[in-house]
């Protein structure tokens, strides 16, 4: 199966990002940015 960029993107997210009129809103969690899963960022590796 091929992957769209996109689609990798969204599976190399560990929780989706939520969108609200049109802008991502940031995580009620500490950190400077999106979760990544990490099995998934290493599968995606180019």
Known sequence: MKLTLRE?????L???LELR???ALIAAR???G?????????R???
């Open 8 to 12: 990798i993107r969204v599976r190399a």
């Open 14 to 16: 560990a929780a989706p």
């Open 21 to 23: 009129n049109g802008q």
């Open 34 to 42: 999106p979760a990544w899963d990490e099995k998934a960022v290493k």
């Open 44 to 46: 995606y590796a180019i």
């Open 30 to 32: 500490p950190g400077i």
